[in-house]
């Protein structure tokens, strides 16, 4: 692995040549409690980075979206695609994240989506997790990518300093492996998020992840890091954020948890899944531990284990394929399996589960309409099973086959069959 960095130029504030330490630029800027007063700016077609001020912004805007929305309005014209270089990923959070505040963990990222049709408009994605909460530590309000690499690259935030890695080796490297490497070469407390297969091959339903299941998902985002290639992004942050009245911070946060502690979330109770007695009994019996993003007291995930299908964190809203498994397998562990498949599999690949849950139902309905037939890459026959569930997830990834196809999405996908 070779490590390359470029500093660019002068301070925009004070005009010296530093690295934003000596604090100087505090008073010359207006930066709003909870917020830091920087925005990291990474060029990759140029493989440089600077240092703006957020003031401009954090005046106008409460959180992560507005900022992203204003750097689109701003920067990116109507006719730039989702993966044109001059598309640009933010990475957002709010003045509340890395706080003492209740599920302060959340993070937004603002994009051109390749996953909207039939216009590929910006859109914005959430992530829960801690990769937020370190950015800010870092010293940053947000974070915006530009341009395109030559070759694939990761980048490496470790407070003020920014280095480039190079990542050809990591192609092909699902998500978890590419985090624990990473986290071996260069600090086993960095935070993480990357790109799969799915993202590296431009599928329009790769997602990012960070860790085992914080994903930003239901936008492509995955394939615009992929367009732009950027394998990782690891951040390492150890500054403080300023808060004006820490003790009513505290006592306000302590109202809030109290208020919602008994959030349904948690037992992965909610009304709008189809089932949710069978979904408790799956819950409670392969359930080792309660696990949550940055400072939540709801803790809606749950770190899983089921036998001979792997374990990981999993989340309520990955039940996409419990239905169609219980109706091949009734309740029994082959069902117990393929759903664990189905979440842990994707989250591996860099799939957006949402948007897989979509493609099952949409093949589900062509086989059965006569439209689509069983083929060894994909028995559409088997919906339900983990035969199944495994090949789809493979051919979307990679573009294996028919995958390809489906890897562009329902809605384009159906544009040509
Ligand atoms: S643990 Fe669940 S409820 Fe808490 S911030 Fe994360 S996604 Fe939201």
Redesign the pocket.
């Known amino acids: 692995m070779r490590f390359l960095s470029r500093e660019s130029g002068m301070c925009a504030v004070v005009s010296c040549k530093c690295t934003w330490s000596c604090g100087i630029w505090r008073s010359k800027v207006n930066v709003a409690y909870g917020w830091t007063g920087k925005i990291l700016r990474v060029d990759l077609t140029e493989r440089a980075w600077s240092v703006e001020p957020s003031g401009k912004y954090v005046d106008r805007f409460i959180g992560g979206i507005g900022i992203g929305l204003m750097v689109f309005w701003e920067e990116v014209g109507p006719l730039v695609g989702a993966f044109d270089p001059d598309n640009r990923l933010v990475f957002a959070p709010g003045p509340l994240t890395g706080t003492l505040a209740p ?1 302060s ?2 993070l937004e990222i603002i994009s051109k989506s390749p996953l909207n049709y039939p216009t590929e408009t910006v859109t914005r994605s959430g992530m ?1 997790g801690f990769w937020g909460p370190e950015l800010k530590y870092a010293g940053y309000d947000a974070l915006i990518v530009q341009g395109r690499a030559d070759n694939w690259v990761s980048l490496w935030i470790n407070n003020d300093r920014v280095v480039f890695i190079d990542s050809k080796d990591y192609i092909g490297e699902d998500t978890y492996s590419t985090q624990a490497k990473l986290r071996k070469e260069l600090d086993p407390q960095a935070r993480i998020l990357c790109i799969g297969p799915a993202g590296e091959n431009l599928s329009r339903l790769a997602a990012i992840v960070s860790e085992t299941s914080f994903v930003s998902g239901k936008s492509g985002f995955g394939a615009v890091m992929g367009s732009k290639r950027l394998k990782a992004i690891a951040v390492r942050g150890t500054e403080g954020i300023r808060i004006f009245d820490p003790g009513r911070l505290a006592r306000v946060s302590k109202e809030v948890r109290r208020l919602s502690g008994r959030d349904p ?1 948690r037992e992965w109770t909610s009304r709008t899944f189809i089932n949710p007695e069978s979904q408790r009994t799956f819950l409670n019996k392969y359930r080792k531990q309660n696990t ?2 940055f400072g ?1 007291h ?4 749950a770190y899983l284990r089921v036998p001979e299908a792997g374990e990981s964190q999993m989340h309520c809203l990955n039940y996409y394929y419990f239905s169609p498994a219980t109706k091949y397998y009734g309740h029994s562990l082959d069902r117990d399996q393929a759903v664990a498949d189905s979440i842990v599999l994707a989250n591996r690949l860099g799939l957006d589960t949402t948007s897989i849950a979509g493609m099952v139902k949409f093949l589900s309905d062509l086989y059965q309409a006569g439209r689509i037939a069983p083929q060894p890459e994909l028995p559409v026959d088997k919906v339900g099973s983990r035969e199944f569930i495994q090949k789809l997830l493979s051919a979307i990834a990679t573009r294996k086959g028919i995958g390809s196809l489906l890897s562009e999405g329902a809605p384009r996908a159906a544009d040509h069959i």
């Open positions: 599920a963990g959340r829960g979330m949550s993003c939540c709801v803790a809606c995930f």
